[in-house]
T-cell receptor, first 115, second 112 residues
Framework: DGGITQSPKYLFRKEGQNVTLSCEQN?????MYWYRQDPGQGLRLIYY???????QKGDIAEGYSVSREKKESFPLTVTSAQKNPTAFYLC??????????????FGAGSRLTVL | GENVEQHPSTLSVQEGDSAVIKCTYS??????FPWYKQELGKGPQLIID?????GEKKDQRIAVTLNKTAKHFSLHITETQPEDSAVYFC???????????FGAGTRLFVKA
């Protein structure tokens, strides 16, 4: 089955530690995204990548870093510089629908808790 | 900046009743409006979408309406069932664009 796999599903981190969230897709999609979800708020864009070896900052990139060395993979590192990292993180990729729109397909998410 | 407002934040209905969720967008260049359903512990899934050249779209028990002039769009669920209970997000973007702006979400409870 094609899809997006995020790991780990749950992650606990001590303050001051960096942590990397994995995102792998076998959908052959070019563009990939990282969103952050907090209770009562919509999804906010952290970073996105339209193509291998290229990525752009989203609305809340501070304290995060990404890489895109392979089409299938788009890992997100939450650094110690992120002031409030506890959240649910969603990875997504897009395909172009017949309407011409970029349709988002999401992974199941990773819940990060900072102790 | 670009913004999507979504109401209500919580909605409780009796099984079999209809549910309506409303959104307003600020970017007049937005022309693609998807709706996502998120079940507990899962990622959002696209349930229906509409482009700005269409005023209404229906898929079985769900429908979406769009008023471009007022920058309003709404999700309508008829004959609600307990499995419709979830968080629903509206969103707005531009066809061919890479940024999607999401509403804050509506938690729908369908009581059996």
């Amino acid at each position: 089955d094609g899809g997006i796999t995020q790991s780990p599903k749950y992650l606990f981190r001590k303050e001051g530690q960096n942590v990397t969230l994995s995102c792998e897709q076998n959908l052959n999609h070019d563009a990939m995204y990282w969103y952050r979800q907090d209770p009562g708020q919509g999804l906010r864009l952290i970073y996105y990548s339209q193509i291998v070896n290229d990525f752009q900052k989203g609305d809340i990139a501070e304290g995060y870093s990404v890489s895109r060395e392979k089409k299938e993979s788009f890992p997100l590192t939450v650094t110690s510089a992120q002031k409030n990292p506890t959240a649910f993180y969603l990875c997504a990729s897009t395909f172009v629908a017949s309407s011409g729109a970029n349709v988002l397909t999401f992974g199941a998410g990773s819940r990060l808790t900072v102790l | 900046g670009e913004n999507v407002e979504q109401h209500p934040s919580t909605l409780s209905v009796q099984e079999g009743d209809s549910a309506v969720i409303k959104c307003t967008y600020s970017d007049s260049a937005s022309n693609y409006f998807p709706w996502y359903k998120q079940e507990l512990g899962k990622g959002p899934q696209l349930i229906i979408d509409i482009r700005s050249n269409v005023g209404e779209k229906k898929d079985q028990r769900i429908a979406v309406t769009l008023n471009k002039t007022a920058k309003h769009f709404s999700l309508h669920i008829t004959e609600t069932q307990p499995e419709d209970s979830a968080v629903y997000f509206c969103a707005a973007s531009r066809v061919g664009g890479f940024k999607t702006i999401f509403g804050a979400g509506t938690r729908l409870f369908v009581k059996a």
